[in-house]
């Protein structure tokens, strides 16, 4: 739609397009809405909508993720998270344990995350683990005591829901619901993030092409929640001085696809501690717009991945650093939609 269009204008082209027994899907975005159609067996005329008030032009979308495609939506898509803008151009930083632990670990660690600069507070209360015996989370327990550090520290919540079943508490909770990269192709379950009213942040699966990736995201697109928040995670290699390898050479190639913003793992992405640090700032120089990152008020204590989490200092010395890099690039009008 032209950027002056108004509400009755995208009023009367939903209605031609559900007249027409499709699907609309009414995308709003800072400068323009985008209006998607989805359920249409075989391609639409473009002229049957170009001639509409307030339109500014009717493409077809060559891309099998539709919604997601930046085809569709030219505009970047901004991710409101509690008020925090994820894809606005300045990096955005979530940081906490791996796991909720216990009430005082989860507020220690808000407290450090805010102190380090940090706008939303990560940890699970589900956690997918490899073996069963492993800690599983503390359920909605630990939901409870991510909203008191909230509560007290102002911090946005993102926190992974690892089922359907679970769903409707962890939405209830969280500010940010997260998809794992274990259920990346949780089609049931990307379905139902895509009906909840919560931003989502839908990981990389480890073995997945940046088209399976796109595709789950339109999962969740084409049920009606248009919040998603893409992460990359690392992938499997055969390299072994990593835990996985971290793709940052994703970032941009989803950035030229897709209007979705996307933020950088660099904890999981390496699994080593020492790595963390110089992988956010690479992260933050290819155009990341986040991070998401462990840190822990004691590490080597941590019961889920303390070997790639960050102390408090070092997660200050982390976003003070990593600003230091987006302020440069902000100073050379270098970003990377620029380059394509
Ligand atoms: C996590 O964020 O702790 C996690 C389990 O991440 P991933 O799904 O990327 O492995
Ligand atoms: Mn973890």
Redesign the pocket.
């Known amino acids: 739609m032209k950027p002056q269009a108004g509400d009755a204008d995208i009023a009367r082209v939903r209605e031609k397009i559900e007249a027409l027994g499709f699907h609309a899907h009414v995308i709003p975005g800072e400068q323009r809405t985008a209006i998607g159609i989805t359920g249409n067996s075989g391609p639409i005329d473009p002229a049957e909508f170009e001639d509409l008030p307030g339109v500014a032009e009717a493409i077809r979308v060559s891309k099998p993720y539709k919604l997601v495609s930046r085809e569709t939506k030219p505009d970047n898509t901004v991710v409101a998270v509690n008020g925090v803008r994820v894809g606005a151009g300045k990096p955005v930083f979530c940081g906490g344990p791996?796991a909720v632990e216990s009430r005082e670990q989860i507020l220690e660690s808000a407290r450090a995350v805010k102190a380090a600069g940090g706008q939303l507070l990560?940890g699970?209360a589900y956690?997918?683990r490899t073996s069963p015996y492993s800690f599983q989370g503390l359920g909605e327990a630990g939901l409870r005591h991510l909203a008191d550090a909230r509560e007290e520290t102002g911090l946005g919540i993102v926190t992974?829901a690892v089922d359907v079943e679970t769903f409707d508490l962890v939405e209830r909770y969280a500010d940010c619901v997260?998809i794992?990269?274990?259920n990346m192709q949780n089609f049931s379950l990307l379905r139902r993030a895509g009906r909840s009213r919560k931003p989502v942040l839908l990981?990389r699966g480890m073995s997945s092409t940046l088209e399976e990736f796109l595709m789950a995201a339109e999962y969740i697109l084409a049920e009606g929640n248009y919040n998603v928040i893409l992460c990359e995670?690392g992938v499997r290699t055969f390299a072994d001085h990593t835990r996985n390898t971290l793709d940052l050479s994703v970032v941009p190639a989803v950035q030229s696809l897709s209007h979705l913003p996307i933020i950088v793992?660099p904890s999981?992405g390496t699994g080593k501690r020492d790595k963390v640090l110089p992988l956010s700032l690479a992260a933050v120089a290819v155009g990341a717009s986040g991070l998401i990152v462990?840190v822990h008020p004691q590490p080597d204590h941590a019961l889920s991945?303390g070997y790639q989490s960050l102390d408090p200092a070092q997660f200050a010395e982390l976003t003070a650093a990593c600003r230091a890099v987006a302020e440069v690039l902000a100073e050379k009008r270098f970003s990377a939609r620029e380059l394509h």
Do not use: I
Request: positive net charge.
């Open positions: 791996c990560r699970g956690k997918p992974e997260q794992g990269a274990r990981k995670r793992d999981h462990e991945d």
